[in-house]
């Protein structure tokens, strides 16, 4: 079946679908207000429950805009990022690709039913032979499950195999290797990165599946991991999700909705190629955490090498997880360590605040390895506007910080995700192929 004629089902697939969603849309919402406030006293009922996944599944985050979906996006609970390398012959055939990623990406974002045959000629009509439009994993309908692909470009893209070099963001280089990595060739790098995010995990590896098998022939896997985000345990709707080390993670990042900040820290800025407007550079590290070997260590220590308390997030000596953690009252460190990860990742100087970056992590867990150790961890990721400027620069303070001893970067890399497709007729990247001048 051609391409043309399977995104013409989609189309049409998901306009049929309208009227139902809206339908299904309205009565989740009359759930809502209901199971919200049974949360709040305490318990919910399954109805409740069922009402608030049905609101979850529903949830649609656009593909197209300024920018990509899935970097200012609130963090779901899962996630995978897929590393792919090109095999396409030629810059046609690479650019045919992308654009298919993006087409199909839309598609699974906004939803639709799924048609199993439709009557009418050519090219409406499935062939008797046709293999099914979609896997068909989430049953007959996909709902969107606030979904998002965010697509992003690796140095070696930029190569010469498709005369993109000159077109290379101007920090996009293969990740380094720092003191503390080991890092494995087979689980870092690739020419594109896939960050795909949804509430549910069907939702994900439905979406992986869909994909891959819209590049097949143009790009292959390099590497894959699943991630999670902790559940929301409280104590207040705010709290952080905490990491495998027990710690509550992103607590001082920047505020999203700070439009201002997030062009100072996040959004691409100047000197750089004029099809990279919008977007920003992505920091993926697979780190493990030998959480076999912490599990060992005193609470107290624990809690010195983080620089806050485990149970509430605080900074050491405070009782808030938000709270200041007032370096400049505690200059010799004496409440909160000098060798701090706090206090080394972000020292709150003014010197050093455009060294912030936007973290959106997740935690893993794939097994265990040949000793029989636990393989789990945190798969880092940062949006950077200067890797040069933050990730790498707060990286090198970290280096001489007391948790190295209990995590070791095995994977991952830099890649840059340009800014979002225009409009349906647009696709991630598409400024990559326009004619120079």
Known sequence: MKPTNRRTFLTRSAALLGAGALGGGAAVARNNSDAEGAQAAGGVSAGQEWAIAQAQLSQAEGFDGEHQAGILTPRPAQAAFAALDSIAPDRVTLQVALEALSSRARELTIGGAIPESMSGPPPARLEPDAPPIDSGTLGPVNTPDGLTVTIAFGASLFDGRYGLASRRPRELVSMPSFAIDDLDPRRSHGDVLLQI????????????????????????????????????????????????????????????????????????????????????????????????????????????????????????????????????????????????????????????????????????????????????????????????????????????????????????????????????????????????G
Not at 236 to 257: E, H, I, M, Q, V
Not at 355 to 368: I, K, P, V
């Open 197 to 436: 995010c949804a509430h549910q995990r069907d939702t994900v590896a439905h979406t992986l599946r869909e994909l891959l098998r819209t590049v097949h022939g143009s790009l292959q896997l390099r590497w894959t991991i699943d991630g999670f985000s902790s559940a929301a345990r409280g104590p207040s709707p705010k709290s952080n999700p905490r990491n495998l080390f027990a710690f509550r993670d992103g607590t001082a990042n920047p505020p999203t909705d700070d439009a201002a900040l997030m062009k100072r820290l996040v959004w691409a800025g100047s000197g750089e190629p004029s099809w990279a407007a919008g977007g920003t550079y992505q920091v993926v590290r697979v780190i493990r955490m030998h959480v076999e070997f912490w599990d060992r260590v005193g609470l107290t220590e624990q809690q010195n090498i983080i620089g806050r308390d485990r149970a509430s997030g605080a900074p050491l000596g405070g009782t808030e997880e938000f709270e200041d953690p007032r370096y400049d009252l505690d200059p010799q460190g004496k409440r909160i360590p000098l060798t701090s990860h706090i206090r080394l990742a972000n020292p709150r100087t003014a010197p050093t605040a455009d060294q912030r970056f936007l973290r959106r992590g997740f935690n893993y867990t794939r097994g265990f390895d040949q000793a029989g150790a636990l393989d789990q961890g945190l798969i880092f990721v940062a949006f950077n506007q200067r890797p040069s400027r933050q990730f790498q620069t707060v990286q090198q303070r970290l280096l001489t910080e007391p948790m190295i001893d209990y995590i070791t970067p095995v994977g991952g890399g830099y890649f840059f995700a340009p800014g979002g497709a225009r409009d349906a007729a647009d696709s991630v990247g598409s400024g990559l192929f326009a004619p120079a």
